[in-house]
């Protein structure tokens, strides 16, 4: 199975969580699965930006990304976050490269659209080519992608140069398991699962019963671009396995594959016909 892994920054920062989460990649990776990482690393990006006197501005949960933010974002995603997880890969058994849109024109960005706000350099996936990825996993070696890409105008023969995009991973994550051909997308986060108004685990949900938590304010605040994003994916690759687990268990990815680990999402259930009978 081809398996696109959603790390979020706040799993990587401190060392001993990151070496179960490669131990866990490994363990996987034995087992005969191939494994696509995907990171994020909003916390890392905000200590360095305000390290270097760059405030914080957000709309939606996006980080308003101006030239120079946008800087700080490739050195950070594309640079220490990117490779440190490499190396604790690699200090794990897996063999690992670290890639960014720019390598082997993974992928490119266009901007991302939000009626009456600047966004500034933030985008969203636009173009994606395969070789690079594929190539490596064929050669046994995990591609560790930082959601950091040249916008698409800015590959044409004699454009002017440009700062580098700053994707949502979460959002990069739904077209880029698509175009890879992935055969599923696990977002492992810092929760067991979705939980319900009884706080009990939610084994499988629709878009339907996603809006339903959210109009009964039963999932709030982190839940929410969670939720999100793990729609996103669905109707990114509708016939893949997408689902939240937690990172925290042990073998993480192996457990997020059982069908008792974490929340799965569906699209929605088609009501079966009535039997007539006699």
């Known amino acids: 199975m081809r398996i696109l892994l959603k790390i979020g920054g706040a799993q990587l920062e401190e060392a001993a969580p990151r070496a179960a989460l490669c131990a866990a990649i490994a363990a996987a990776q034995q087992a005969g699965h191939q494994l696509v990482v995907v990171h994020g690393g909003g916390n890392q990006i905000r200590s360095v930006g305000k390290a270097m006197g760059l405030g914080d501005r957000y709309h939606?949960?996006?980080?308003?990304?101006?030239?120079?933010?946008?800087?700080?974002?490739?050195?950070?995603?594309?640079?220490?976050?990117?490779?440190?997880?490499?190396?604790?890969?690699?200090?794990?058994?897996?063999?690992?490269?670290?890639?960014?849109?720019?390598?082997?024109?993974l992928f490119t960005a266009k901007p991302l659209e939000r009626a009456g706000v600047d966004l500034g350099f933030v985008g969203e996936v636009d173009q994606v080519c395969p070789f690079v990825v594929d190539s490596l996993l064929a050669a046994g070696i995990t591609p560790v992608i930082a959601t950091v890409a040249p916008g698409s105008a800015a590959l044409?023969?004699?454009?002017?140069?440009?700062?580098?995009?700053?994707?949502?991973?979460?959002?990069?994550?739904?077209?880029?398991?698509?175009?890879?051909?992935?055969?599923?997308?696990?977002?492992?986060?810092?929760?067991?699962?979705?939980?319900?108004?009884d706080k009990a685990p939610l084994p499988l949900l629709t878009p339907t019963d996603c809006e339903r938590l959210v109009h009964d304010r039963v999932a709030t605040g982190g839940m929410l671009p969670k939720l999100d994003a793990a729609l996103l994916a669905l109707r990114n690759n509708p016939s893949a396995l997408v689902k939240i687990a937690p990172a925290g268990a042990a073998d993480a990815v192996l457990h997020a594959l059982r069908a008792d680990t974490g929340t799965r999402f569906v699209m929605e259930r088609t009501p079966q016909p009535e039997t007539r009978h006699g």
Do not use: W, Y
């Open 60 to 105: 939606d949960g996006l980080r308003i990304t101006d030239a120079k933010t946008a800087e700080v974002v490739l050195m950070v995603l594309g640079g220490l976050v990117n490779r440190t997880l490499v190396a604790s890969l690699q200090q794990a058994g897996v063999m690992a490269v670290g890639l960014s849109g720019a390598d082997g024109r």
């Open 156 to 197: 044409a023969p004699g454009a002017a140069a440009a700062p580098f995009f700053n994707l949502n991973a979460d959002h990069a994550a739904g077209p880029l398991s698509k175009a890879l051909g992935c055969d599923a997308m696990l977002f492992l986060t810092d929760v067991p699962a979705v939980l319900g108004a």
